[in-house]
């Protein structure tokens, strides 16, 4: 079936670096695509989102990109901070809000100091 | 966590009990979902309801029951049959927009 996966399980990045989380999606009738952030023991909390009639889409120190072609997407989130540490997860989405989520399955990111 | 609590925190059950989830929600969001978490895997969904009075299975819905009598409450009962109900359980609700906002989550653990 249809699934969203990602690159890189873990990764750790100096404090003050920036940090690129990457995530592959294999629906190319994907119409929407959502980052969150969770914490240790609590639930996602929404980062960004980006429709498929977009490349690109800037945040508060986060930027999603979206390659079509390659069925990617990617997190950026500049300039690191401790409070950073997360496992982020990307999902996707049909075109209706009322379609199903997939959910991948995360990638811890660790701040050295 | 968007106006949305869940509880207990935590909730130990024993082999055999059904136990209740608890997840209400302030937004005045129509539809509620909840899924589950397991170590190193994506969320996965259990029930979804978009309206009051109606509810649908998700992809993992044995062994799990739901109702939905009031708007802001989306109560998940793990039964009996339920042979593996070990694991982190996250409620959330979504507007007629796009995002879902998630509650904070209840970890179950059989004894």
């Known amino acids: 079936g249809e699934s969203v996966g990602l690159h890189l399980p873990t990764l750790s990045v100096q404090e003050g670096d920036n940090s690129i989380i990457n995530c592959a999606y294999s629906?190319?009738?994907?119409?929407?695509f959502i980052w969150y952030k969770q914490e240790s023991g609590k639930g996602p909390q929404f980062i960004i989102d980006i429709r498929s009639n977009m490349d690109k889409r800037q945040g508060q120190r986060v930027t999603v990109l979206l390659n079509k072609t390659v069925k990617h997407l990617s997190l950026q989130i500049a300039a690191t901070q401790p409070g950073d540490s997360a496992v982020y997860f990307c999902a996707e989405r049909g075109y209706s809000s009322a379609s199903k989520i997939i959910f991948g399955s995360g990638t811890r990111l660790s701040i050295r100091p | 966590d968007g106006g949305i609590t869940q509880s207990p925190k935590y909730l130990f059950r024993k082999e055999g009990q059904n136990v209740t989830l608890s997840c209400e929600q302030n937004?005045?969001?129509?539809?509620m979902y909840w899924y589950r978490q397991d170590p190193g895997q994506g969320l996965r969904l259990i029930y979804y309801s978009q309206i009051v009075n109606d509810f649908q299975k998700g992809d993992i819905a044995e062994g799990y029951s739901v109702s939905r009598e009031k708007k802001e409450s989306f109560p998940l009962t793990v039964t009996s049959a339920q042979k593996n109900p070990t694991a982190f359980y996250l409620c959330?609700?979504?507007?007629?927009?796009?995002?879902?906002?998630f509650g904070p989550g209840t970890r179950l653990t059989v004894l």
């Open positions: 959330a609700s979504r507007s007629g927009g796009d995002t879902q906002y």
């Open positions: 629906n190319s009738a994907s119409d929407y």
């Open positions: 937004l005045n969001h129509d539809a």
